[in-house]
């Protein structure tokens, strides 16, 4: 089957982009949607396909030029797609390692065979008679030396009661002396012939681990080369032909190597594959089919950035050399002028932070409210006490000095600060108030993603209670409030989406729900007592959602 799909005429209308998206956060363009509609309808008529496609999986379209200028699409998994990693619909991987009779499954099979054998040695009766053997000549010698060493005792016990009979005459102390001096060299003596039958059994025994030791070292030895002569021979193309292999391309990260799976997402295939045939890309998206990874938040048909750990240093040098979006946050970011003061005394601030600016510093999104403040305020220390994220907007408390920052941030971590969110989420909710309990951890391989985790989670508590359904943008939607009792990253987004939590993601959250003009998630509501004057202040900002 063509690994390049031609549009139909119905989509002639819709405008090509101009430059190519931002991988990590973009709004999917039209064509983009048409091609994942189309994806999931191969997917639907292929019962194998769409039985693996419901148990979850990531997929990726690309939309291209050819030579002739006829526009289409690539399509592309991420990983294995029923156990296979190449169909006739999408594009072959990057690097074919699973190939039969290729050197990566050869010598993965030496690898299998050195496990197996290991298995075979560590389950042999012979080892295992010798394991047994040992074991119970330990038994035999610390139960008979214990009770050697309780006859002494109790021989010595004897010696000192006569002694203590009365004077005793010069031979029968010698007799006594004596007696004591062969109970501990009789002792010494079967300690040594203990120890010399131990020995002899754990040498025995030695010989085997040391057998397995060394096939163990092999295997590592022939894993750690196989990995690395995988990384060398992982070749990746930009748009002017230059290659790189993954060694190549991480080496200049703070990890150093590449991670396991790096090159099998969708993306990167579906870019190599245009680079290889002469296609022009033009837009890319991710999205997810099918049931969320356990803990995650994924929603099936709902779009989703490439993934950080493993994606961002590939595509930063696929995509390098063409013309691409910056993010809209990045776009969003520089608005710094649009901060309003609400509440302001020789102490502390209270801002009202637009959607699209950092509260603190950080890697991308311009200026942040800090440095903004910072730079308007050159004689007060500007401390941020809390932070909101990016994309969030509202109320943010800002501290003059090292001391009112600290006051106020151990009075968040005592839980004495108020607050209320209002959120716009997707579709409607079937209870009108309660309370959202779901630990978080960080999704490190899909930064600044964050995920469910009962085991490793922390506690995060979220109440909420619902406002209104109202219709925004033609579809019916909840208002809701919420009442952050703990303040994790990304709480009120996840606790929104997760199927564990209310299972309706916030409007516009491009990382747990889908992509629209702005995060609809705004804190509106803030009350805390003044660190120095000691009075409650309360502040509320309202949401503007247009």
Same mark, same amino acid.
């Given at each position: 089957?063509?690994?390049?799909?031609?549009?139909?005429?119905?989509?002639?209308?819709?405008?090509?982009?101009?430059?190519?998206?931002?991988?990590?956060?973009?709004?999917?363009?039209?064509?983009?949607?048409?091609?994942?509609?189309?994806?999931?309808?191969?997917?639907?008529?292929?019962?194998?396909?769409?039985?693996?496609?419901?148990?979850?999986?990531?997929?990726?379209?690309?939309?291209?030029?050819?030579?002739?200028?006829?526009?289409?699409?690539?399509?592309?998994?991420?990983?294995?797609?029923?156990?296979?990693?190449?169909?006739?619909?999408?594009?072959?991987?990057?690097?074919?390692?699973?190939?039969?009779?290729?050197?990566?499954?050869?010598?993965?099979?030496?690898?299998?065979?050195?496990?197996?054998?290991?298995?075979?040695?560590?389950?042999?009766?012979?080892?295992?008679?010798?394991?047994?053997?040992?074991?119970?000549?330990?038994?035999?010698?610390?139960?008979?030396?214990?009770?050697?060493?309780?006859?002494?005792?109790?021989?010595?016990?004897?010696?000192?009661?006569?002694?203590?009979?009365?004077?005793?005459?010069?031979?029968?102390?010698?007799?006594?002396?004596?007696?004591?001096?062969?109970?501990?060299?009789?002792?010494?003596?079967?300690?040594?012939?203990?120890?010399?039958?131990?020995?002899?059994?754990?040498?025995?025994?030695?010989?085997?681990?040391?057998?397995?030791?060394?096939?163990?070292?092999?295997?590592?030895?022939?894993?750690?080369?196989?990995?690395?002569?995988?990384?060398?021979?992982?070749?990746?193309?930009?748009?002017?032909?230059?290659?790189?292999?993954?060694?190549?391309?991480?080496?200049?990260?703070?990890?150093?190597?590449?991670?396991?799976?790096?090159?099998?997402?969708?993306?990167?295939?579906?870019?190599?594959?245009?680079?290889?045939?002469?296609?022009?890309?033009?837009?890319?998206?991710?999205?997810?089919?099918?049931?969320?990874?356990?803990?995650?938040?994924?929603?099936?048909?709902?779009?989703?950035?490439?993934?950080?750990?493993?994606?961002?240093?590939?595509?930063?040098?696929?995509?390098? $050399?063409?013309? %691409? &979006?910056? @993010?809209?946050?990045?776009? /969003?970011?520089?608005?710094? #002028?649009? !901060? +309003?003061?609400?509440?302001?005394?020789?102490?502390?601030?209270?801002?009202?932070?637009?959607?699209?600016?950092?509260?603190?510093?950080?890697?991308?999104?311009?200026?942040?409210?800090?440095?903004?403040?910072?730079?308007?305020?050159?004689?007060?220390?500007?401390?941020?006490?809390?932070?909101?994220?990016?994309?969030?907007?509202?109320?943010?408390?800002?501290?003059?000095?090292?001391?009112?920052?600290?006051?106020?941030?151990?009075?968040?971590?005592?839980?004495?600060?108020?607050?209320?969110?209002?959120?716009?989420?997707?579709?409607?909710?079937?209870?009108?108030?309660?309370?959202?309990?779901?630990?978080?951890?960080?999704?490190?391989?899909?930064?600044? $993603?964050?995920? %469910? &985790?009962? @085991?490793?989670?922390?506690? /995060?508590?979220?109440?909420? #209670?619902? !406002? +209104?359904?109202?219709?925004?943008?033609?579809?019916?939607?909840?208002?809701?409030?919420?009442?952050?009792?703990?303040?994790?990253?990304?709480?009120?987004?996840?606790?929104?989406?997760?199927?564990?939590?209310?299972?309706?993601?916030?409007?516009?959250?491009?990382?747990?729900?889908?992509?629209?003009?702005?995060?609809?998630?705004?804190?509106?509501?803030?009350?805390?007592?003044?660190?120095?004057?000691?009075?409650?202040?309360?502040?509320?900002?309202?949401?503007?959602?247009?």
């Amino acid at each position: 089957m063509e690994k390049f799909h031609l549009f139909d005429e119905a989509v002639g209308a819709i405008a090509l982009p101009t430059r190519f998206n931002n991988p990590f956060s973009y709004t999917p363009h039209p064509l983009c949607v048409r091609a994942a509609e189309a994806v999931r309808r191969v997917v639907a008529a292929n019962s194998l396909w769409s039985d693996e496609a419901a148990r979850g999986k990531m997929f990726g379209v690309l939309v291209v030029q050819d030579a002739q200028g006829r526009c289409g699409y690539l399509a592309a998994f991420s990983g294995l797609f029923a156990g296979c990693n190449e169909y006739d619909y999408f594009v072959p991987p990057v690097f074919d390692f699973l190939a039969p009779d290729g050197y990566f499954k050869r010598e993965e099979g030496e690898i299998s065979s050195i496990n197996r054998e290991v298995a075979t040695l560590k389950s042999s009766e012979a080892y295992l008679s010798a394991v047994a053997a040992l074991e119970r000549v330990e038994r035999e010698r610390d139960e008979a030396l214990a009770a050697e060493r309780e006859a002494m005792r109790e021989g010595k016990a004897t010696r000192e009661a006569r002694r203590a009979e009365g004077a005793l005459s010069p031979d029968e102390e010698e007799r006594l002396l004596n007696e004591s001096r062969f109970a501990k060299a009789e002792y010494k003596r079967n300690v040594k012939r203990w120890d010399e039958k131990v020995a002899a059994l754990k040498a025995a025994v030695a010989g085997y681990d040391e057998r397995v030791a060394a096939m163990k070292n092999e295997r590592k030895r022939r894993s750690a080369a196989l990995q690395q002569w995988l990384f060398d021979n992982f070749v990746l193309l930009d748009s002017t032909g230059e290659r790189r292999s993954l060694s190549q391309i991480f080496a200049t990260t703070a990890q150093g190597v590449p991670p396991a799976g790096a090159g099998e997402c969708a993306a990167p295939k579906l870019l190599q594959y245009a680079f290889v045939n002469g296609l022009r890309p033009l837009a890319m998206a991710e999205f997810w089919m099918g049931a969320s990874p356990v803990g995650e938040v994924r929603r099936d048909g709902c779009f989703y950035g490439s993934c950080t750990s493993k994606c961002k240093p590939i595509l930063s040098f696929m995509l390098g $050399r063409m013309d %691409v &979006d910056s @993010s809209p946050q990045e776009a /969003a970011a520089l608005c710094a #002028e649009d !901060i +309003e003061i609400l509440y302001e005394d020789d102490f502390l601030m209270v801002v009202n932070k637009p959607s699209g600016m950092l509260s603190v510093p950080g890697i991308v999104g311009g200026v942040s409210v800090e440095e903004h403040l910072q730079n308007a305020f050159p004689a007060s220390d500007i401390r941020v006490v809390h932070r909101l994220d990016m994309a969030t907007s509202g109320l943010l408390l800002v501290a003059k000095s090292v001391d009112i920052f600290s006051a106020m941030q151990r009075e968040f971590s005592m839980r004495r600060v108020q607050k209320r969110y209002i959120a716009l989420l997707e579709g409607t909710l079937s209870s009108t108030k309660g309370e959202i309990s779901l630990p978080l951890i960080p999704d490190y391989e899909n930064r600044p $993603r964050q995920m %469910v &985790d009962y @085991s490793c989670g922390k506690e /995060a508590l979220t109440r909420y #209670e619902v !406002i +209104e359904k109202i219709v925004y943008d033609g579809r019916e939607c909840t208002k809701v409030a919420f009442y952050p009792v703990t303040g994790r990253t990304h709480q009120l987004r996840v606790h929104s989406a997760h199927a564990g939590g209310l299972n309706t993601p916030i409007i516009g959250d491009e990382l747990y729900g889908s992509p629209d003009k702005r995060l609809m998630l705004h804190a509106e509501y803030l009350k805390f007592t003044h660190p120095v004057t000691g009075e409650v202040v309360e502040l509320t900002a309202a949401a503007d959602f247009q």
